[in-house]
């Protein structure tokens, strides 16, 4: 395979069509004081077969996969993927990089995306989705600046602690060119949701967004968080990062939530050490017109035939640049379709059935924690995570751990200071009781 598709001619001619002499000119523009001048310090190339062995010889210093039992879920969670799933998504009608959107020709992968958002509105309890974004932190950045525009003059947003610390440095960076301001709420640290006893005192406030089950496992309270919102003439983000969840707990739309967002990972798409993800997006219909992204639609043509077109696409492309609603250029179409694929396979009774089985596995294990000395960290309800403050030298001993092929939570510490010594646990279908069991008598033996 060739990695660069043109020869020097090719070049060279292009140069000389352009009135330049050389590719150096063309960045002539660009201050010295702004250029790297030196080469850059990279290894030589690899042939095709040393290429493949250097990167699994990568993978293999990596903690994970099928060596290990990993008890991490922190955003990213292990799933049983059907069988179906990548033999449909391998059919070359779907696989394409480029999602094409001209109704002519690609009724397909149209009809595609409308089945993504009728499934994705549907388990969200809300009115409408879009055609998918980038990852959750992307989705929720969006969301809170879509609620800056409907809020009409109010400047600012107030954010759980409890979100996914990486989603809040995304919205920070999101923000931080703009004159918004975002104002961080504390979580309570004996429940471990929310404290939202000052939301009254802040004002001016577009939206409040929360996360549940948020980044400690507990399942937060929409409904009040919905009521306080909307008194203080605010919207709601409801945010996720495990939308199986919704398989047993109401989902965000039954609870009042105006803008629902989060990453789809769970539904059907491969962990891949951090990536590709799927932003899902919902909203009310009253605010379909400043949602980002596209929507696709359901018609009729000429001939009372039913078709599919793209109904909303609100994005510079398409309108004035200054009424864009976003920069996010193209949806994760492959990663969409994936999902949509999921959740048809499940269907509702599969999905509860499976949320159910993860909320089992979940109080397994921490059960049998609970018997090799850690006491749990916070008393809210929790669905396939949960955290746990542990036994007096677990730090050393969760590296012994590793060392046999079990990853034991992960470190709170990191992200929140004041929860040194607790550890973040989580428990999926794909989790056997053996497993669970070897690890806790693993620790028990270590103590």
């Not at 909320?359 to 916070?378: I, Q």
């Not at 929790?382 to 542990?390: G, P, Y």
Request: with cysteine; proline share 5%; glycine share 8%.
């Amino acid at each position: 395979m060739r990695y660069l598709p043109h020869t020097e001619e090719d070049v060279a001619a292009m140069l000389e069509r352009i009135g330049v002499s050389s590719v150096e000119d063309l960045f002539a523009g660009i201050p010295e004081s702004c250029r790297s001048l030196r080469s850059m310090d990279l290894p030589r190339p690899l042939s095709e077969w040393d290429l493949i062995a250097r990167m699994e010889s990568m993978a293999a210093s990596i903690s994970g996969g099928a060596s290990h039992s990993v008890f991490l879920g922190a955003g990213s969670y292990s799933h049983y993927i059907p069988a179906l799933i990548p033999q449909l998504l391998g059919r070359s009608e779907f696989t394409t990089a480029y999602t094409p959107y001209q109704p002519e020709v690609s009724q397909g992968t149209l009809q595609a995306i409308f089945e993504y958002q009728t499934l994705t509105a549907r388990l969200l309890g809300m009115d409408v989705a879009n055609a998918s974004m980038y990852d959750g932190a992307s989705a929720l950045a969006e969301a809170l600046l879509m609620a800056i525009r409907l809020g009409k003059g109010r400047r600012k947003v107030a954010l759980s602690s409890a979100i996914h610390p990486h989603y809040r440095q995304v919205v920070a960076t999101y923000f931080s060119p703009t004159e918004f301001e975002v104002i961080e709420l504390p979580y309570d640290p004996e429940t471990g949701v929310t404290d939202l006893s000052t939301l009254a005192d802040i004002g001016d406030l577009a939206a409040i967004a929360l996360q549940s089950p948020n980044f400690f496992g507990c399942i937060e309270d929409l409904q009040r968080a919905a009521d306080l919102a909307h008194g203080e003439k605010a919207l709601l983000v409801a945010c996720f990062s495990e939308p199986l969840a919704f398989g047993l707990i109401k989902n965000p739309g039954i609870q009042g939530a105006d803008i629902v967002c989060g990453e789809g990972q769970s539904l059907g798409i491969p962990q891949s050490f951090g990536g590709p993800g799927l932003g899902m997006f919902a909203c009310r219909m009253a605010h379909v017109r400043n949602l980002p992204g596209r929507v696709v639609g359901q018609t009729k043509d000429m001939d009372g035939k039913r078709g599919f077109v793209l109904t909303l696409s609100t994005r510079e492309q398409h309108i004035r640049r200054e009424k864009a609603t976003s920069n996010i250029c193209s949806n994760q179409g492959l990663c969409a379709t994936a999902s949509a694929m999921y959740m048809a396979c499940l269907g509702a009774t599969g999905f509860r059935k499976l949320a159910a089985l993860n909320r089992d596995k979940a109080a397994y294990l921490k059960k049998r924690l609970e018997t090799a000395g850690f006491t749990p960290l916070f008393k809210s309800p929790v669905f396939n995570e949960f955290c746990l403050k542990a036994p007096e030298g677990f730090s050393k001993i969760r590296k012994k751990l590793m060392e046999k092929g079990m990853v034991a939570g992960l470190g709170l510490g990191e992200f929140y200071p004041e929860l040194e010594g607790t550890f973040l646990f989580c428990a999926t279908e794909t989790a056997s009781a053996a497993s669970m069991d070897r690890l806790a008598d693993a620790i028990r033996e270590e103590i």
